[in-house]
């Protein structure tokens, strides 16, 4: 943004040195000569052609300030320029009169000391309030004997039409330089304001919300056009009126009294309900102003459910990572370290593993490690779904592609996922048309939408899971052949929890505290007895298990520790779980059981802590002698 400055001169010689310092200087300012009206038509005319600030002097700055809408910067006399002049003058006479308009004779007050001990002239002063004042103040003068007149262009024009003796009073480099940096200084500070002042305009007139501004009286300053639109009145007959005239049901007055913002109050205007949040503008502890800014209801409940429909559809995010996947067990380890592996390439990845195993937080870890990881994650389950319409969520379709179809048409899934990761849960769900329709997206890395003839091409990695032997399918003919080898590139075995005995003590802490910070419950913990229970169990539901029956013990615990009892609560009805078997078994048989010594060792450290290292309540409260937890100690290195 740029702006533009004038130099207005009352007469030649100024005109002309000034051009010469501006030139010095590099400036690019035009220079206009007129004095007083002529001044001023020029400055109309400077004014419409863009100029920002105007430098002039005397009588015709002044005039210009006076008429004109814009910043004047006024070549202010300095003391030398009148010990100069006056130096003149008294070759003349010792009788000199200085008349001019206000500023000038400022000037000399300013320095009238010095002048009575530099000179021995008497000096008499005159103001001028208007060129045409002039001459009648140079009679009245030269009336008391002033022989000689100082003065501007406009007075020493006047003295030479009447026959008396005048200097001019110059104005010095100096000035014209200090004057030009002064208009640059307020130039910058006028375009950075002028600046804001647009960007804020914008702003509001852009802005979604209607808003409107009130000065500290009430009266409205700012009415952006969704404000016209909502209130139904234009800004030209708003702005300027008191907002009770124009708004009805506004409490702007008490946000203005009391100084306190009102956020989120429901306010009617006609037979439109709108949202409005009025918030007071403070500065320094004085509410010199007030904002308003609203919405009609029931857009907003529009765009809330068009917004949730939205991330519903497009929030296609992997939130797992690795470092999510909780257990330290060999099983589960090794498994980590193969999909991080997988993880470095592209290639099509089939996750095998029980119901429960965690088969998609393994396929949302990979994407998460690839580099893939900033793109779509768009995960689908092929058994939730009838054929035809896991069809057209995989493909989309055009519009008028079928009865229902959506005006427009939709992208599909495939589409979604492109730069990403496709994730087909229950692959083997898949029914024998659609595994033909994959396996050319597989291989072409194209798609067509139901109902269109355009091929649409993408780049997406596939991960699939099944839980099924999906190769005994295929020998049945339930799965393709050729599908089945697309997919098994990178194969990878989830464990089931029965393989990772061990990390279920990390798992049974990792879920109660996470189900009781969600649940608002203090849980620490589970006791020894009742952990010793959960190793105990078989687990056919795996991880997926094991986190209901925690929350489901969360929910039912009252007290600070999950016991056994509740253990047994939730757990009847489980399948494979024996209430009488369960009762039978304890820390003592989890070596003879075949579990791994971790699980043991959690137990009893947990009971040791509980009695505060007693070994004899602690043998006690696990079942087993003395002797025995001594030697399972020494063993387990405890």
């Known amino acids: 943004m740029t702006g533009k400055i004038a130099f207005i001169a009352p007469d030649k010689n100024l005109a002309d040195r000034a051009k010469q310092l501006i030139s010095a200087l590099g400036e690019e300012i035009e220079v206009y000569q007129g004095s007083l009206e002529e001044g001023l038509k020029i400055a109309r005319h400077v004014v419409k052609n863009g100029a920002n600030i105007i430098i002039s002097r005397g009588g015709t700055g002044n005039l210009i300030k006076s008429n004109l809408q814009i910043p004047v910067v006024n070549l202010e006399t300095s003391g030398f320029d009148i010990i100069n002049t006056i130096n003149k003058a008294v070759t003349y006479s010792n009788n000199i009169g200085i008349v001019g308009f206000q500023n000038l004779i400022s000037a000399y007050e300013r320095v009238n000391k010095i002048m009575q001990n530099t000179f021995s002239a008497q000096i008499t002063t005159a103001v001028i309030n208007d060129g045409r004042e002039a001459e009648r103040k140079i009679k009245q003068l030269y009336r008391l004997g002033i022989r000689v007149f100082i003065g501007g262009y406009t007075v020493i024009d006047a003295v030479e039409k009447l026959g008396f003796h005048g200097v001019l009073i110059e104005t010095g480099n100096d000035t014209i330089v200090e004057a030009i940096r002064h208009a640059k200084n307020i130039l910058e500070v006028q375009l950075k304001e002028k600046e804001k002042t647009e960007i804020l305009k914008s702003i509001i007139d852009f802005a979604y919300d209607g808003i409107l501004g009130v000065d500290s009286k009430g009266i409205i300053t700012v009415f952006n056009p969704v404000a016209e639109k909502i209130i139904g ?381 007693n070994k004899t309540l602690a043998a006690e409260r696990l079942g087993i002698s003395v002797t025995t937890l001594w030697r399972k100690l020494k063993s387990l290195d405890i």
């Open 233 to 613: 009145i234009k800004a030209e007959r708003a702005i300027g009126k008191p907002v009770d005239d124009v708004v009805e049901n506004t409490r702007m007055d008490c946000v203005l009294k009391a100084g306190e913002a009102e956020l989120g109050e429901i306010q009617n205007i006609g037979d439109t309900s709108i949202v409005t949040n009025r918030v007071p503008i403070l500065v320094e502890g004085e509410v010199l102003g007030a904002v308003a800014t609203f919405q009609e209801l029931d857009k907003i409940q529009k765009m809330e459910s068009k917004i949730r429909k939205k991330l519903l559809f497009k929030g296609h995010v992997a939130k797992a990572k690795f470092e999510d996947i909780i257990g330290n067990s060999s099983a589960i380890i090794q498994a980590k370290e193969k999909a991080r592996q997988y993880a470095e390439v592209d290639s099509t990845v089939l996750i095998l593993g029980e119901t429960g195993t965690g088969k998609e937080l393994f396929a949302q870890s990979i994407h998460n490690a690839s580099s893939r990881f900033d793109k779509p994650f768009v995960a689908v389950n092929c058994a939730a779904l009838p054929e035809n319409l896991l069809e057209s969520e995989l493909f989309g379709y055009v519009e008028g592609a079928f009865t229902g179809a959506k005006k427009g048409g939709k992208a599909g899934l495939f589409e979604l996922a492109h730069e990403g990761t496709i994730f087909l849960d229950e692959i083997s769900e898949m029914s024998p048309m659609l595994q033909a329709r994959f396996l050319r997206v597989l291989q072409e890395k194209e798609v067509v939408r139901l109902g269109d003839d355009r091929v649409i091409p993408i780049d997406i990695r596939v991960i699939a899971a099944t839980n099924r032997d999906l190769y005994s399918q295929v020998e049945r003919g339930e799965f393709r052949e050729d599908l089945y080898y697309r997919l098994c590139v990178l194969r990878l075995e989830i464990p089931t929890l029965g393989k990772r005995i061990e990390d279920i003590p990390d798992l049974v802490n990792y879920f109660i505290e996470e189900k009781s910070r969600r649940l608002g419950k203090t849980i620490k913990g589970v006791s020894p007895e009742a952990l010793a229970k959960l190793v105990n169990y078989c687990w056919p539901g795996n991880v997926r298990q094991m986190e209901n029956i925690i929350e489901r013990a969360v929910v039912l615990c009252k007290g600070k520790e999950i016991d056994v009892d509740i253990i047994f609560e939730v757990m009847n009805g489980a399948p494979n779980f024996s209430k009488e078997y369960m009762q039978n078994t304890s820390v003592g048989v989890i070596s003879s059981e075949g579990l791994l010594k971790r699980a043991e060792g959690e137990i009893i450290k947990k009971v040791l802590e509980d009695t505060k290292g």
